[in-house]
């Protein structure tokens, strides 16, 4: 099962930053916690993973509490483009055990 | 560009009638997973290759197989397709099993007619 729970959607405005919470109580001291987006009909696109710090690249910024219990995957100029289902995963053992994700409707 | 390319990005099949699935790579990358996706539901790992070794996950059906015969290809074949087996077909790699990151395909789509 995947140890992970997020929102089943949320919107944003364009241009607006996006917020994307994910809760993962459960995670072990050496588990990775990895973003894909999934734009319809495509197969996912990985974004950004992080263990501890937060990381930074050129499409979005994590930010992991500093228990690790959970993260936000921030988008920091949203766009139409940026439309999709955005999945938070732990990796367990190297796998990605992937959870229901969040649906972001970025809107004019 | 280095890419994870599978083909045909659409197939329709007959039910009970074999089928393949191909997925190519040019990453060089040691593993090719498979993912099943059914409709609006997550993928869902089926097996991978860590170079010649097959891992199987202990729920996926019999009726699901896999080869891969070089580096590049890896090969999913449904030998009797039913109808619940009509879903997106996600097929990944990534340089090893424990520690790296996984890079999708666009997929293929099954129809089980």
């Known amino acids: 099962d995947a140890k992970t729970t997020q929102p089943p959607s949320m919107d944003c405005a364009e241009g607006r930053a996006a917020n994307l919470p994910c809760n993962h109580s459960t995670i072990s001291g050496n588990e990775y916690v990895y973003w894909y987006r999934q734009i319809h009909s495509q197969g996912p696109q990985y974004i950004i993973h992080g263990l501890k710090n937060n990381e930074t690249n050129e499409m979005a910024s994590l930010i992991i509490t500093e228990d690790r219990k959970s993260s936000t995957l921030i988008l920091p100029h949203a766009t139409l483009r940026d439309t999709a289902v955005y999945y938070c995963?732990?990796?367990?053992?190297?796998?990605?055990?992937f959870g229901q994700g969040t649906e972001l409707s970025v809107k004019p | 560009d280095a890419m994870v390319i599978q083909n045909p990005r659409y197939q329709v099949t007959q039910f009970g009638k074999p089928v393949t699935l191909s997925c190519s790579q040019t990453?060089?990358?040691?593993?090719m997973y498979w993912y099943q996706q059914k409709s609006s539901q997550a993928p869902k790992l089926l097996f991978h290759y860590y170079d010649k070794d097959f891992n199987n996950e202990a729920d996926t059906p019999d009726n699901f197989q896999s080869r891969r015969p070089n580096t590049s290809f890896c090969f999913l074949d449904i030998r009797s397709p039913g109808l619940g087996d009509a879903a997106m077909y996600l097929c990944?790699?990534?340089?090893?099993?424990?520690?790296?990151?996984?890079?999708f395909g666009p997929g293929t789509r099954l129809t089980v007619l």
């Open positions: 995963i732990v990796r367990v053992g190297g796998k990605l055990i």
């Open positions: 990453l060089n990358h040691n593993v």
């Open positions: 990944a790699t990534s340089r090893d099993p424990k520690g790296d990151t996984q890079y």
